[in-house]
């Protein structure tokens, strides 16, 4: 599959920049839309923090709108990414029942182009971190792992949900519930930690777990709880390893059902 896939890497680049012209095509506001997801859940996590804040009788701190903001763009990836991945088969009905190339390339082009919305969102918030005074500090080192176990993550849901979307079309109408409640149940406008004995039932979802590991090396300066990100790498590795070997073995009856 990664030989396949290696092979026809201009059609995944390809395909991928076409995804993002097409989003942003005769669009009023341009690559702004990138920002305006990530800016709309911001502002309902400073409100639910706020809430938090008042709550508990503390005041609302410069850390939680730090702790909100770095949270909420990696959750609009994933919920990009996944949104797109699933309905990226069916969507391109007309391609995958013409020639052979490997499949894979559908899901994973809706990744790369929510990459593409995640980077032009990260630049966004940067002023908004240095104006919550964010400092620099050695444990930044993690970044670039957890960022790739949330990309890993992303890509084997996707490819799973875009496989079963094929067979079961009620998948991406499943996926939108899930979608919509899931950042009740994803430590993005809060921190795990807040739930006391309950924290851990937070962080058995793996995003969340990511999230938080996120928010300690960027906000808290401190290094990602070893245990979780240890779990969180198993089932972004795992997941990916099993979902490759479900689509793999499912692609030859896509262009039969799609």
């Known amino acids: 599959m990664l030989a396949e896939l290696f092979e026809h890497r201009q059609l995944l680049y390809m395909l991928a920049w076409r995804d993002v012209k097409i989003r942003y095509k005769q669009s009023a506001m341009g690559f702004l839309w990138a920002i305006l997801m990530p800016a709309l859940i911001i502002a309902a996590g400073v409100l639910v923090r706020y809430a938090f804040s008042a709550g508990s009788g503390r005041r609302f701190a410069l850390s939680d709108l730090a702790a909100v903001t770095l949270k909420s763009v990696p959750w609009a990836f994933f919920v990009g990414a996944i949104r797109f991945a699933t309905s990226s088969l069916t969507g391109n009905s007309n391609l995958v029942t013409k020639i052979y190339f490997p499949r894979e390339v559908f899901p994973l082009s809706a990744v790369l182009a929510a990459l593409f919305d995640f980077a032009v969102a990260s630049v966004a918030i940067l002023p908004v971190l240095i104006a919550a005074n964010v400092g620099v500090s050695l444990e930044l080192l993690w970044l670039p792992l957890i960022l790739l176990l949330l990309v890993l993550l992303t890509t084997g849901a996707g490819m799973l949900l875009a496989c079963a979307n094929v067979f079961f079309r009620d998948v991406k109408y499943l996926v939108e519930v899930f979608l919509t409640f899931?950042?009740?149940?994803?430590?993005?406008?809060?921190?795990?930690?807040?739930?006391?004995?309950?924290?851990?039932?937070?962080?058995?979802?793996?995003?969340?777990?990511?999230?938080?590991?996120?928010?300690?090396?960027?906000?808290?300066?401190?290094?990602?709880?070893?245990?979780?990100?240890t779990y969180a790498a198993c089932w972004s590795l795992g997941g990916l390893l099993v979902a490759a070997r479900i689509f793999d073995r499912a692609e030859a009856s896509f262009a039969e059902v799609v």
């Open 182 to 229: 899931g950042i009740l149940f994803t430590p993005v406008f809060y921190e795990a930690r807040m739930f006391g004995k309950w924290a851990p039932v937070l962080l058995l979802n793996p995003v969340g777990a990511i999230l938080e590991a996120m928010n300690n090396v960027v906000v808290l300066h401190k290094p990602p709880e070893i245990l979780w990100l």
